[in-house]
């Protein structure tokens, strides 16, 4: 029997190739002056000032890039962290600096290799994390691994992780509305070439 029904997650999976794709187009010119904007924006803000430990990713995929910045808060003398894949499903945040030996995840994501220093998720000031989609409430559309959404999930028992969290994605990553789901972590603000929107509540 043909089932010709499409689910929400049929829909979303379906969102997540065409906002690749969308973000994959960019010509190398594109994302040069996207990450020059967006290092703008972002180095301006108080939560950008006045952090001492921040966690950033290192692009793939067409995602925009937050070198610029990551290069500013390593001269401003900041710590600076990256995302590791871990087989239980959550990320780890390590140490980069110059010098840091780096390696290639399983989805060929560059990552620092065993050995850098880890800091737990709620004794980070600011949190960048990669979008492939968003919506002006604050939703959010990832890669579909679900890391984030554990590892920034809150816990009874544990302390909470850093609520500064910006979603970082180009312009065009932007759509009406998404379907939130219940273990979506929240977002509080939004971070483009265009600009920095925090989330109202
Ligand atoms: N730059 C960056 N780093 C990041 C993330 C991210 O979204 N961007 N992540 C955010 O969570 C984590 C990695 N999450 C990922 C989750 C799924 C796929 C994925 O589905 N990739 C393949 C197919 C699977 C495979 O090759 O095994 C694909 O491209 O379709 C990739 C990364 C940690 N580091
Ligand atoms: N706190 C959690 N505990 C256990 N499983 C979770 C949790 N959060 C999300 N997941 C699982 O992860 C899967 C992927 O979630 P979702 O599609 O929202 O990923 P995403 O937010 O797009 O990806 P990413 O966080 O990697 O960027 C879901 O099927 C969900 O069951």
């Known amino acids: ?19 690749r794709q969308l973000r994959r187009s960019l ?9 020059a904007c967006l290092a703008q924006h972002i180095s301006q803000h ?6 001492k430990h921040i966690a ?3 692009p793939s995929d067409g995602e925009i890039d937050p070198a610029p910045l990551l290069a500013l808060a390593l001269a401003l003398g900041k710590k600076c962290y990256l995302p590791v894949v ?11 600096k110059a010098g840091t030996r780096l390696t290639l995840n399983k989805y060929h994501i560059v990552e620092p290799a065993l050995g850098a220093r880890a800091r737990p998720a709620w004794l980070l000031d600011l949190i960048l994390l990669p979008l492939v989609g968003f919506d002006l409430r604050g939703n ?18 544990r302390p909470k992780p850093c609520r500064r969290r910006i979603g970082l994605a180009h312009q065009c990553q932007q759509v009406t509305a998404l379907h939130g789901d219940s273990w979506d972590i929240p977002l509080a603000a939004i971070a483009t070439d265009k600009a920095l929107r925090l989330i109202g509540n």
Do not use: C, E, H
Not at 1 to 19: A, F, Y
Not at 27 to 35: D, L, M
């Open 86 to 96: 871990l087989p239980s499903g959550k990320l780890q945040f390590r140490t980069i």
């Open 1 to 19: 029997m043909i089932n010709n029904q499409t689910t929400p997650s049929d829909r979303k999976k379906q969102l997540r190739q065409q906002l």
């Open 46 to 51: 108080l939560w950008f000032r006045q952090a």
């Open 140 to 157: 959010r559309l990832g890669m579909g691994g679900g890391y984030y959404d554990r590892t920034l999930a809150t816990v009874q028992g």
């Open 56 to 58: 950033f990713y290192l």
């Open 27 to 35: 010509t190398p010119a594109q994302q040069k002056r996207a990450a």
